[in-house]
C-alpha cells in the first residue's frame, strides 16, 4: 500500500544540486512525507520530513506543493558518497501508531 | 541521535533450523519496532510492528507463525525465522521509533543453504 511514485533512476553530475521528485496524490491531510536514502547493503538513513511547510536541515530541503501532492528532495551540492537510493514515503496511520511503508525509490547516480 | 543496533550482521542456517535476529534501541526506549525484509534491488516491505508488552501486528501476507516476533522489554525486540528455507533468504532490517523519529538498524544478511 506505499503512497507514492518516484522515478526508477536518475543521474546528476558532481557539484551540482540534485533534485528528486515525489509524488504522493493520495496523501491525506495529516500524514507526513519522509525521505531516506540507503547505501548498498546498510540501514535506510534518515534525511528529513515535514508535512506542509517547506523544511531544510543540514542535509537536504524538502519543497512541498500547497495541495501536497508532490514534494521535492534538494540535495544542494551533491557528491560522488550521495550516490544511493533515495525513497519517498508517507507515514501511515496504523492501528499501534504511525508505519513508513516504502515505496520503490530513485537510484540517483552522482557522476564526476 | 538514536542509535539502533542489529544483531548479527550475517547469519548463514541450513535449511530446516531456526534463527533469531536482535534489535536493540541503545541510547532511547522504544515500545515500537518494525520489521523489513528487503530481497534484491527491491525495496523495504514492512513484515511487522513490534510492540513492547503485546503481540506483533503482521502485515497482510506474512505468516505469523514463521517470523516470530517478541518484544519483551522496551530496548529489545527479536525476529525469529522458523524452520528456516532458502526461500527466507533476504536483508532483515529493523526500526524503532524514537524521539527523533524513525531510526533504523544496519540490518542482518540471511543466507539459508
Known amino acids: 500500500d506505499a503512497k507514492t511514485t518516484q522515478p526508477p533512476s536518475m543521474d546528476c553530475a558532481e557539484g551540482r544540486a540534485a533534485n528528486l521528485p515525489c509524488n504522493h496524490s493520495?496523501?491525506?491531510?495529516?500524514?507526513?512525507v519522509y525521505w531516506y536514502r540507503q547505501i548498498h547493503s546498510q540501514g535506510p538513513q534518515y534525511i528529513i520530513h515535514?508535512?506542509?511547510n517547506n523544511e531544510t536541515n543540514e542535509m537536504a530541503s524538502l519543497i512541498i506543493t500547497e495541495d501536497r501532492k508532490s514534494s521535492t528532495l534538494i540535495l544542494p551540492h551533491a557528491t560522488l558518497r550521495d550516490t544511493a537510493v533515495y525513497y519517498c514515503?508517507?507515514?501511515?496511520?496504523?492501528?499501534?501508531?504511525?508505519?513508513?511503508?516504502f515505496g520503490a525509490g530513485t537510484i540517483l547516480r552522482v557522476k564526476s | 541521535g538514536a542509535v539502533v543496533s542489529q544483531h548479527p550482521s550475517r547469519v548463514i542456517c541450513k535449511s530446516g533450523t531456526s534463527v533469531k535476529i536482535e534489535c536493540r534501541s541503545l541510547?532511547?526506549?522504544?515500545?515500537?519496532m518494525f520489521w523489513y525484509r528487503q530481497f534484491p534491488k527491491q525495496s523495504l516491505m514492512l513484515m511487522a510492528t513490534?510492540?513492547?508488552?503485546?503481540?506483533?501486528?503482521?502485515e497482510q501476507g506474512v505468516e505469523k507463525d514463521k517470523f516470530l516476533i517478541n518484544h519483551a522489554s522496551l530496548t529489545l525486540s527479536t525476529l525469529t525465522v522458523t524452520s528456516a528455507h532458502p526461500e527466507d533468504s533476504s536483508f532483515y532490517i529493523c526500526?524503532?521509533?524514537?524521539?527523533?523519529?524513525?531510526?533504523f538498524g544496519s540490518g542482518t544478511r540471511l543466507t539459508v543453504v
Open positions: 515535514g508535512l506542509k
Open positions: 541510547d532511547f526506549q522504544a515500545t515500537t
Open positions: 513490534s510492540n513492547e508488552g503485546s503481540k506483533a501486528t503482521y
Open positions: 514515503i508517507v507515514r501511515v496511520a496504523a492501528e499501534y501508531g504511525n508505519k513508513l511503508v
Open positions: 526500526s524503532a521509533r524514537s524521539p527523533y523519529g524513525y531510526t
Open positions: 493520495t496523501i491525506s491531510g495529516n500524514e507526513y
